[in-house]
Protein backbone atom coordinates (compact mmCIF):
# COMPACT_ATOMS: atom_id res chain seq x y z
CA UNK A 1 0.00 0.00 0.00
CA UNK A 2 1.46 3.23 -1.00
CA UNK A 3 2.16 4.88 2.62
CA UNK A 4 0.96 8.83 0.57
CA UNK A 5 -2.54 7.04 0.08
CA UNK A 6 -2.75 6.31 4.01
CA UNK A 7 -4.12 8.50 6.93
CA UNK A 8 -2.96 6.10 9.45
CA UNK A 9 -0.05 3.90 9.40
CA UNK A 10 0.65 1.43 12.80
CA UNK A 11 4.27 -0.26 12.73
CA UNK A 12 4.93 -3.40 15.10
CA UNK A 13 2.51 -2.17 17.66
CA UNK A 14 3.17 -3.49 20.79
CA UNK A 15 1.70 -2.55 24.85
CA UNK A 16 3.30 -4.88 27.91
CA UNK A 17 1.20 -4.06 31.40
CA UNK A 18 4.30 -5.45 32.89
CA UNK A 19 4.81 -9.16 32.51
CA UNK A 20 1.67 -8.91 30.59
CA UNK A 21 1.64 -8.44 26.63
CA UNK A 22 -1.70 -7.22 25.97
CA UNK A 23 -0.88 -5.85 22.46
CA UNK A 24 2.08 -7.89 20.55
CA UNK A 25 3.53 -6.53 16.82
CA UNK A 26 0.40 -5.25 15.59
CA UNK A 27 0.38 -3.68 12.05
CA UNK A 28 -2.56 -1.82 10.41
CA UNK A 29 -2.67 0.69 7.25
CA UNK A 30 -5.88 2.89 6.78
CA UNK A 31 -6.48 4.26 3.41
CA UNK A 32 -7.99 7.55 3.14
CA UNK A 33 -11.86 6.87 3.05
CA UNK A 34 -11.24 3.25 3.94
CA UNK A 35 -14.04 1.82 7.34
CA UNK A 36 -11.91 -0.82 8.71
CA UNK A 37 -13.24 -2.94 10.70
CA UNK A 38 -10.93 -4.79 14.15
CA UNK A 39 -12.73 -7.67 15.52
CA UNK A 40 -11.45 -9.98 18.25
CA UNK A 41 -12.89 -11.92 21.56
CA UNK A 42 -13.38 -9.90 24.80
CA UNK A 43 -9.50 -9.36 25.72
CA UNK A 44 -8.03 -9.46 22.47
CA UNK A 45 -6.34 -5.97 22.52
CA UNK A 46 -8.95 -4.02 20.77
CA UNK A 47 -9.30 -1.38 23.52
CA UNK A 48 -5.46 -1.30 24.09
CA UNK A 49 -4.65 -1.05 20.33
CA UNK A 50 -7.45 1.90 19.87
CA UNK A 51 -6.35 4.05 23.15
CA UNK A 52 -2.84 3.56 21.46
CA UNK A 53 -3.86 4.73 17.85
CA UNK A 54 -6.14 7.64 19.52
CA UNK A 55 -2.63 8.73 21.49
CA UNK A 56 -4.21 8.14 24.62
CA UNK A 57 -2.13 5.53 25.49
CA UNK A 58 1.92 5.10 24.58
CA UNK A 59 2.97 2.04 23.42
CA UNK A 60 5.68 0.19 24.41
CA UNK A 61 7.40 -0.19 21.18
CA UNK A 62 6.37 0.45 17.86
CA UNK A 63 4.98 3.62 15.80
CA UNK A 64 1.97 5.67 14.32
CA UNK A 65 1.85 7.91 11.74
CA UNK A 66 -1.55 9.87 11.23
CA UNK A 67 -1.44 11.75 8.24
CA UNK A 68 2.81 11.40 7.43
CA UNK A 69 2.76 12.43 11.00
CA UNK A 70 4.80 10.85 14.24
CA UNK A 71 1.72 10.56 16.91
CA UNK A 72 4.53 9.98 19.48
CA UNK A 73 6.95 12.56 18.13
CA UNK A 74 4.29 15.27 17.39
CA UNK A 75 1.51 14.65 19.51
CA UNK A 76 -0.19 17.95 19.24
CA UNK A 77 0.00 17.90 15.50
CA UNK A 78 -1.10 14.43 14.68
CA UNK A 79 -3.96 14.36 17.40
CA UNK A 80 -5.80 17.68 15.22
CA UNK A 81 -6.81 14.33 12.50
CA UNK A 82 -7.88 12.17 14.84
CA UNK A 83 -11.19 11.44 16.34
CA UNK A 84 -11.76 9.16 19.43
CA UNK A 85 -14.78 7.67 20.91
CA UNK A 86 -14.02 5.24 23.65
CA UNK A 87 -15.84 2.63 24.62
CA UNK A 88 -17.54 5.17 27.95
CA UNK A 89 -18.16 7.87 25.98
CA UNK A 90 -16.55 11.17 27.41
CA UNK A 91 -20.10 12.62 27.99
CA UNK A 92 -20.92 15.66 30.49
CA UNK A 93 -23.90 14.77 31.46
CA UNK A 94 -24.75 18.23 33.23
CA UNK A 95 -24.35 19.93 30.26
CA UNK A 96 -26.77 20.35 27.17
CA UNK A 97 -25.95 18.99 24.02
CA UNK A 98 -24.81 23.04 22.39
CA UNK A 99 -22.90 23.51 25.63
CA UNK A 100 -21.03 20.49 25.90
CA UNK A 101 -20.08 20.76 21.55
CA UNK A 102 -19.47 24.41 22.46
CA UNK A 103 -16.87 23.29 24.75
CA UNK A 104 -15.29 20.00 23.21
CA UNK A 105 -15.07 21.99 19.96
CA UNK A 106 -12.56 24.35 22.10
CA UNK A 107 -10.55 21.50 23.31
CA UNK A 108 -10.14 20.89 19.75
CA UNK A 109 -8.72 24.06 18.78
CA UNK A 110 -11.79 24.69 16.68
CA UNK A 111 -11.53 28.48 15.57
CA UNK A 112 -13.77 30.49 17.81
CA UNK A 113 -15.23 32.66 14.47
CA UNK A 114 -16.07 29.11 13.19
CA UNK A 115 -17.42 27.15 16.20
CA UNK A 116 -21.09 28.23 15.90
CA UNK A 117 -20.92 27.31 12.30
CA UNK A 118 -18.70 23.69 13.59
CA UNK A 119 -21.81 23.20 15.21
CA UNK A 120 -24.61 23.50 12.96
CA UNK A 121 -22.92 21.43 10.92
CA UNK A 122 -21.91 18.37 13.57
CA UNK A 123 -25.17 18.78 14.56
CA UNK A 124 -27.14 18.26 11.11
CA UNK A 125 -24.94 15.20 10.24
CA UNK A 126 -25.71 13.35 13.56
CA UNK A 127 -29.41 14.17 13.92
CA UNK A 128 -29.37 16.15 16.78
CA UNK A 129 -31.04 19.32 15.53
CA UNK A 130 -34.13 18.83 18.14
CA UNK A 131 -32.17 18.01 21.11
CA UNK A 132 -29.55 20.80 21.46
CA UNK A 133 -30.99 22.80 24.12
CA UNK A 134 -31.54 19.38 26.04
CA UNK A 135 -29.61 18.23 29.13
CA UNK A 136 -27.32 15.28 27.96
CA UNK A 137 -28.46 13.48 30.54
CA UNK A 138 -31.93 13.14 29.74
CA UNK A 139 -31.66 11.40 26.31
CA UNK A 140 -32.16 7.98 25.43
CA UNK A 141 -29.00 6.15 25.44
CA UNK A 142 -28.94 6.52 21.17
CA UNK A 143 -29.32 10.09 21.48
CA UNK A 144 -26.17 10.13 23.96
CA UNK A 145 -24.38 8.00 21.20
CA UNK A 146 -24.55 10.53 18.50
CA UNK A 147 -23.32 13.02 20.71
CA UNK A 148 -20.48 10.88 21.71
CA UNK A 149 -19.86 10.57 17.51
CA UNK A 150 -20.21 14.43 17.19
CA UNK A 151 -17.72 15.25 19.72
CA UNK A 152 -15.27 12.87 18.09
CA UNK A 153 -15.86 14.94 14.53
CA UNK A 154 -17.06 18.33 15.46
CA UNK A 155 -13.19 19.15 14.38
CA UNK A 156 -13.98 17.20 11.14
CA UNK A 157 -10.35 14.68 11.56
CA UNK A 158 -9.56 13.00 8.71
CA UNK A 159 -8.93 9.31 10.57
CA UNK A 160 -12.27 8.92 13.30
CA UNK A 161 -11.23 5.87 16.19
CA UNK A 162 -14.83 4.51 17.47
CA UNK A 163 -14.29 1.59 20.24
CA UNK A 164 -17.44 -0.29 20.52
CA UNK A 165 -19.92 2.79 19.20
CA UNK A 166 -23.17 0.42 19.41
CA UNK A 167 -22.54 -1.46 22.46
CA UNK A 168 -25.98 -1.36 24.92
CA UNK A 169 -27.97 0.41 22.05
CA UNK A 170 -31.65 -1.29 21.08
CA UNK A 171 -31.76 -2.80 17.60
CA UNK A 172 -33.48 0.59 15.85
CA UNK A 173 -30.95 2.74 17.52
CA UNK A 174 -27.65 0.26 16.27
CA UNK A 175 -29.34 0.61 12.74
CA UNK A 176 -29.67 4.76 12.81
CA UNK A 177 -25.43 4.19 14.12
CA UNK A 178 -24.67 2.02 11.60
CA UNK A 179 -26.17 4.52 8.82
CA UNK A 180 -24.27 7.60 10.63
CA UNK A 181 -21.09 5.50 10.36
CA UNK A 182 -21.63 4.80 6.93
CA UNK A 183 -21.97 8.41 5.87
CA UNK A 184 -19.22 9.17 8.00
CA UNK A 185 -17.17 6.83 5.81
CA UNK A 186 -17.39 8.75 2.92
CA UNK A 187 -15.34 11.82 3.66
CA UNK A 188 -13.24 10.28 6.71
CA UNK A 189 -11.31 6.83 7.27
CA UNK A 190 -13.11 4.80 9.68
CA UNK A 191 -11.08 2.28 12.55
CA UNK A 192 -14.66 0.38 14.34
CA UNK A 193 -13.42 -2.17 16.52
CA UNK A 194 -16.08 -4.42 17.78
CA UNK A 195 -16.90 -7.48 18.68
CA UNK A 196 -20.47 -7.76 16.47
CA UNK A 197 -19.30 -9.68 13.47
CA UNK A 198 -22.82 -8.39 11.42
CA UNK A 199 -21.64 -4.68 12.47
CA UNK A 200 -18.33 -5.26 10.51
CA UNK A 201 -20.06 -7.40 7.79
CA UNK A 202 -22.31 -4.44 7.39
CA UNK A 203 -20.29 -1.20 7.79
CA UNK A 204 -16.65 -2.23 7.02
CA UNK A 205 -14.84 -2.42 3.37
CA UNK A 206 -11.73 -4.75 5.84
CA UNK A 207 -11.82 -6.52 8.76
CA UNK A 208 -9.23 -8.07 10.34
CA UNK A 209 -9.29 -10.14 13.58
CA UNK A 210 -7.16 -9.90 16.79
CA UNK A 211 -6.78 -12.48 19.31
CA UNK A 212 -4.02 -12.62 22.54
CA UNK A 213 -2.91 -9.38 21.62
CA UNK A 214 -1.92 -9.92 17.53
CA UNK A 215 -3.60 -9.86 14.23
CA UNK A 216 -4.69 -13.33 13.27
CA UNK A 217 -6.32 -12.89 10.16
CA UNK A 218 -6.60 -9.49 7.70
CA UNK A 219 -8.88 -9.82 4.68
CA UNK A 220 -11.16 -7.47 2.30
CA UNK A 221 -14.79 -8.31 2.96
CA UNK A 222 -16.02 -8.00 -0.94
CA UNK A 223 -12.98 -11.14 -1.47
CA UNK A 224 -14.50 -12.59 1.32
CA UNK A 225 -17.79 -12.33 -0.60
CA UNK A 226 -16.53 -12.75 -4.02
CA UNK A 227 -15.45 -16.57 -2.29
CA UNK A 228 -18.80 -16.51 -0.36
CA UNK A 229 -16.76 -17.26 3.01
CA UNK A 230 -18.41 -16.68 5.95
CA UNK A 231 -17.05 -14.20 8.45
CA UNK A 232 -18.20 -15.89 11.90
CA UNK A 233 -16.24 -19.05 10.57
CA UNK A 234 -13.23 -17.46 9.85
CA UNK A 235 -13.40 -15.54 13.45
CA UNK A 236 -13.85 -18.97 14.63
CA UNK A 237 -11.44 -20.85 13.27
CA UNK A 238 -8.68 -17.84 13.86
CA UNK A 239 -9.61 -17.17 17.57
CA UNK A 240 -10.89 -20.57 18.99
CA UNK A 241 -8.08 -22.94 17.75
CA UNK A 242 -5.67 -20.14 19.53
CA UNK A 243 -7.50 -20.13 22.78
CA UNK A 244 -7.20 -23.89 22.62
CA UNK A 245 -3.07 -23.80 22.26
CA UNK A 246 -2.96 -21.55 24.68
CA UNK A 247 -4.85 -23.67 27.08
CA UNK A 248 -2.37 -26.55 26.84
Given at each position: ???????L????????????????????????????????????????????????????????????????????????????????????????????????????????S?????????????????????????????????V????????????????????????????????????????A????????????????????????????????????K?????L?????????????????
Amino acid sequence: MNETTCTLIAHDLSRQFGQYAAVQGIEIELKQGEVLGLLGPNGAGKSTTMQMLSGNLAPTRGSIQICGIDLLDHPEEAKQNIGYLPEIPPLYKELTVDEYLRFVAKLHRVESSQILDALVRVKDRCGLNQVGKKLIGILSKGFQQRVAIAQAIIHQPKVIILDEPSVGLDPNQIREIRELIRELGKTASIILSTHILSEVETICDRVQILNKGGVVYSAALSDLKQKSINLEQIFEQFTLKKELVGDY
